[in-house]
């Protein structure tokens, strides 16, 4: 009997480390959202729209919600690849700069055995920067 997998399970999870990641209020569970969250493909990138995953109700909103980081799950790893993810993430983290929470957001992909790792930086503010480690995969 053949067995079907209809959904892929892919987990994102923070990483313990110095410096904490302490942006008041409840920021880190948005930044959590932003990347973790799959982004509706645009029509160029995923003809059918039955593929392009994210929120329908993205379709009526000026900034989609999440990241296209699912779009890598069959990527092959690369120095182009890891542009990619680091383009991804910090397209889904923009809205913290358009809407004044941050003052820039800057992040780095690397690999780390089968993982994404990303290394989030986010200026508030006030100057302060913060920093944020998390795996993707």
Known sequence: MASVTIFQRIEGQWVEGPPAF???????????????????????EMPNPLERRGWWADTYRKRPLGSRLWMLDRAKWGQETLIQAQEFAE???QWLVDEGAAQAVRVEA????????????????????????????
């Open 110 to 137: 690397e690999r780390q055995n089968d993982l994404l790792a990303l290394r989030v930086e986010i200026t508030r503010p006030d100057g302060q920067t913060e920093t944020l480690k998390a795996l993707w995969g």
């Open 91 to 93: 397209e889904a983290l």
């Open 22 to 44: 302490s942006l008041t209020g409840n920021l880190n569970r948005l930044v959590f959202i932003s990347l973790f969250s799959d982004r509706r493909a645009e029509a160029e």
